[in-house]
């Protein structure tokens, strides 16, 4: 098997690629200290003005109450104005009442004197209505936009164990249908109270009209209102049962547009179809229950006000007959009676309403309460002038606290200045998980690792970030032009630059190939690039912060060997003063390495040149010969 490897190329005929800027004992840094350069991005939205308060054991409206606090201004102004116009409006059925006893019956007052009143208190009402709706939905949005700010914060700040567990569908839920029924219910609970308190003020009238008339006016409200309610408890299941549907289709929809490509290798799209339509059918089903519940309720809820209003001229009619009651009345309460039922009806929308959002606000709260498990301690200083010394010592490590199998065990490794090391290790061995270790996107169990003799955990991770720089397994890359690729971690970063870090990774001859060269936007996840390109575009992008500290995780897996040696023979320019962490299958990319690590059996079990451990270690000429016969693009060893 040894003997396979050997006759393995080395890059070293390759053309060196010129890239003084990236070098770095050339490091650019504005800053002499040698401090990070973070990300050079102004933030451009308002950042939320207030957060829902920590405190667990508080009722949810309790913890919403400072979001809702920091709009207070306009949503006060707007449920007084709201007030106002209700209270405008209370008074027309009245002045009505008056119109007709005193210019139309009675001739004591011009009829023109209730016109005008009538046209003013409209028109004044009519504005107060519509600041205070305007108002209401500012105040509305601008507590949605808070709360999906202060979600997506969350979010970012959280580790990734967390992004392990969750799915992200849920995720995109929450952040949208569950926000939304929060927002509503905070503005709109207190609206429709205010309206409620209308009815107060609409049956003070009623009384000074006439009492036992205004008893029997609104003996048929406690009817509507249980109307409500009962409409209401039908209705809310199914709107449930419609929301969880149509999440169903969209988790089918969205699984067939991201795994198309798995979906049609299998020729599996009618199966694919069979289960959207039938998704759909329920979502259909349900819309149907939904409508068929409209249609028993809208009549039943449509006419309840004729029986009020039957009573009331029944009584009322009377009343006028004997004398005791001007025909004005009749018309005034049939027009309180139809304003007085919305509120009513709402009432009974507000209780359905209220324990939909407590159900919404609690699934936001579990979100929120996950505290993120790797952060700054409260001491962390930066990690400056990094020279790019890295020790770990007794490391232990399990992805999960509760699961007691450990990834790596009594794990220790010195990696000194400017050292290139490669990992080597059978699949699943714990190669990655080493190099996420080093860049804390999990702390270690046990044991400790140092960068310099600092703690990875007592710097910020900001600055530990920027000095290390890791090209990922799987490079992700976004929907924007391959330039914005690139400079993802530089934004201010000049075209020379970013098209020297492209060289230097091997990818500035197929970008100037492509269709608009760096300005070419990728499709989603950067399926519109191979492989190996999506890979030489990610060690661009990691080239270009030149941090200190390199990473390569199977960087070159997907490149083609004469590529990979052109990139091997930058890398070699780029290392020199640099610390580089090589996790890699290719004799060619381990070749690079000063010194090669084996990782077996959770820990270190053999450390030396790639000969001693040739000479010293069955096992590591295994597992180089297993990677070799597993490589498709293998270097024609064996085959
Ligand atoms: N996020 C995770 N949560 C739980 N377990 C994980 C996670 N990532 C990896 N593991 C487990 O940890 C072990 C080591 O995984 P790791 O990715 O470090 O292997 P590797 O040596 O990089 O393998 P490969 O050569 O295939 O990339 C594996 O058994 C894997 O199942
Ligand atoms: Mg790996």
């Known amino acids: 098997m040894a003997a396979r490897i050997h006759c393995l190329p080395v890059g070293s005929t390759v053309r060196s690629v010129n890239i003084p800027i990236l070098r770095r004992h050339h ?29 667990k054991s508080l009722s949810w409206l309790r913890r919403a109450l400072p979001v809702m606090k920091a709009h207070q201004r306009m949503f006060i102004t707007s449920l007084v104005l709201s007030f106002f116009g209700l209270v405008l409006q209370v008074q027309i059925p009245n002045l009505l009442n008056h119109a007709i ?25 009519g504005v107060s209505g519509y600041i205070s ?23 970012t700040r959280m580790s990734f164990s967390f992004y392990d567990r969750v799915q992200s569908g849920q995720l995109i839920s929450r952040a949208n249908s ?14 429709i109270l205010v309206q409620c308190s209308m009815a107060v003020i609409a049956f003070v009238f009623m009384l000074t009209i006439n009492v036992p008339l205004a008893f029997i006016a609104m003996a048929t409200m406690p009817l509507v209102y249980f109307t409500g309610v009962k409409m209401r408890k039908s209705m809310f299941p199914v709107s449930w049962i419609i929301q969880a549907r149509l999440a169903d289709v969209a988790t089918i929809v969205d699984e067939n547009v991201n795994g198309v490509r798995v979906v049609k290798s299998f020729a599996a799209e009618e199966q694919q179809l069979r289960a959207l339509s039938g998704a759909a059918e329920k979502v259909k089903w349900s819309y149907i229950k939904d409508a068929d519940l409209r249609a028993q309720f809208t009549p039943l809820v449509q006419n309840l006000p004729q029986v009020g209003l039957a009573l009331v001229l029944l009584f009322g009619g009377y009343m006028v007959i004997h004398g005791s009651l001007g025909i004005g009345a009749i018309l005034a309460f049939n027009s309180y009676l139809l304003m007085l039922q919305a509120p009513f009806m709402m009432l009974g929308m507000l209780i359905m309403m209220g324990q939909r959002a407590a ?5 936001i709260y579990e979100i929120l309460d996950e505290q993120p498990t790797v952060t700054d301690t409260p001491e962390a200083v930066d990690l400056r002038e990094c020279r790019g010394d890295i020790r770990f010592t007794h490391v232990d490590f399990s992805y999960n606290q509760d699961d007691q199998r450990l990834v790596l065990a009594d794990l220790n490794l010195h990696i000194a200045p400017g050292e290139t090391v490669a990992v080597v290790g059978r699949t699943g061995a714990g190669k990655s998980t080493v190099a996420r270790l080093l860049t804390r996107f999990y702390d270690v169990t046990a044991g400790s690792i140092r960068i310099d003799d600092h703690d990875i955990r007592d710097v910020t991770l900001a600055s530990l970030r920027a000095n290390v720089g890791i090209v990922l397994d799987e490079p992700f890359l976004f929907s924007v032009s391959v330039r914005d690729n690139i400079a993802y971690g530089r934004p201010g970063a000049s075209i020379a630059d970013v098209e020297a870090a492209a060289g230097a990774a091997g990818a500035h001859e197929f970008i100037s190939h492509l269709e608009h060269g760096y300005d070419t936007v990728v499709g989603e996840r950067g399926y519109t690039l191979s492989g190996g390109q999506r890979q030489r575009i ?24 004469q590529v990979e040696q052109g990139i091997h023979a930058s890398l070699r320019v780029l290392m020199e003063g640099r610390t580089t962490l090589i996790i890699a299958h290719r004799l060619s990319t381990i070749s690079l390495a000063d010194r090669v690590v084996l990782l077996d059996s959770q820990k270190i079990v053999a450390d030396g040149t790639h000969a001693e451990l040739l000479a010293s270690t069955p096992l590591y000429a295994e597992v180089l010969a297993q990677a070799a016969e597993l490589e498709p693009t293998s270097e024609g060893v064996g085959r």
Request: aromatic share 10%; charged share 20%; hydrophobic share 45%.
């Open 27 to 55: 490091r650019g840094t504005p800053d002499p200290a040698g401090d990070f350069i973070p990300m050079a991005e102004v933030a451009r939205n308002d950042a939320p003005r207030a957060t829902i308060d920590p405190d």
């Open 101 to 125: 006893g005193n210019s139309i019956e009675a001739h004591t007052v011009p009829l023109n004197h209730y016109v005008w009143w009538i046209i003013g208190l409209g028109v004044v009402g």
């Open 133 to 155: 709706r305007l108002y209401l939905f500012e105040t509305a949005y601008n507590i949605e936009y808070d709360l999906r700010n202060i979600i997506y914060e969350h979010l």
């Open 178 to 191: 569950d926000i939304r029924s929060v927002q509503m219910y905070l503005t709109f609970a207190p609206l």
């Open 359 to 363: 159900a919404s606000a609690d699934r």
């Open 538 to 561: 990610a060690i661009a992008r990691t080239l270009l912060v030149n941090p200190p500290i390199l990473i390569l995780d199977d960087a070159t897996s997907a490149i083609d060997v």
